[in-house]
């Protein structure tokens, strides 16, 4: 089956400055990889996804990139604020999996303002 | 409802009790799924229900562990004869069903078994 890991586990970064959380998947037939937001207290929250068939998406201070041969995807959080402070899960999806997402261990990003 | 809704929040209960956490999916998302999270760990694959279809139970970690589905609506999740590693927050989460991955979440039921 498929296995996600992610890392690191724990990062703290100054307000103002970029994040970057690294996953990598093991399955080579899983197409779709979103990143799910986890603030204290609360069930994740879909914050961007991208499907194979493109390399990078962004959305305004976020994005993900995707690197299908090496079988990594990235997310990128640039001008972090304090409210960016939270736990962030990467996920891979294998459409042929009734399960379709495994997700990762989890980072906890910290913002320090 | 406008998200998914479990209840209750918190649960506590005795070694050997029986709980059942309860899941209220969006209304019309046929796809239903249940996840448990540790503390400090990631998102646990439990048990998924997809419309009519057989669920899929092969993350249940255990006998005691069963849910069920009525009416291609509301979960229950039972936990049989507690444990305190059963602890954890159970998270549920719907989707629009097969071909369609978005999950969306519940907040979750904080089990502490003591």
């Known amino acids: 089956g498929e296995n996600v890991e992610q890392h690191p586990s724990t990062l703290s970064v100054q307000e103002g400055d970029s994040a970057v959380i690294k996953c990598t998947y093991s399955?080579?037939?899983?197409?779709?990889f979103p990143w799910y937001k986890q603030e204290l207290g609360k069930g994740p929250q879909l914050i961007i996804d991208?499907?194979?068939?493109?390399g990078e998406k962004k959305d305004q201070r976020i994005a993900v990139t995707l690197n299908k041969t090496a079988k990594h995807f990235s997310l990128h959080i640039t001008e972090t604020q304090p409210e960016d402070s939270a736990v962030y899960f990467c996920?891979?999806?294998?459409?042929?999996?009734?399960?379709?997402?495994?997700f990762g261990s989890g980072t906890q990003l910290t913002v320090l303002p | 409802g406008a998200g998914v809704s479990q209840s209750p929040s918190n649960k506590v209960t005795e070694k050997g009790k029986d709980v059942e956490l309860r899941c209220d999916p969006i209304?019309?998302?046929?796809?239903l799924y249940w996840y448990r999270q540790s503390l400090g760990q990631g998102l646990e694959f439990l048990i998924y229900?997809?419309?009519?279809?057989?669920?899929?139970k092969s993350g249940l970690p255990s006998d005691r562990f069963s849910a069920e589905r009525t009416g291609g609506s509301v979960s229950t999740l039972t936990i049989q004869r507690t444990q305190q590693e059963d602890s954890a927050v159970y998270l549920c989460?719907?989707?629009f069903g097969q071909g369609n991955e978005k999950l969306f979440f519940g907040s979750g039921t904080q089990l502490s078994v003591l």
């Open positions: 989460a719907s989707s």
């Open positions: 399955d080579s037939a899983s197409n779709y």
């Open positions: 991208i499907r194979s068939n493109v």
């Open positions: 996920a891979a999806s294998n459409p042929g999996s009734a399960r379709q997402l495994t």
């Open positions: 209304s019309g998302h046929t796809a």
């Open positions: 229900f997809q419309g009519n279809s057989a669920p899929d």
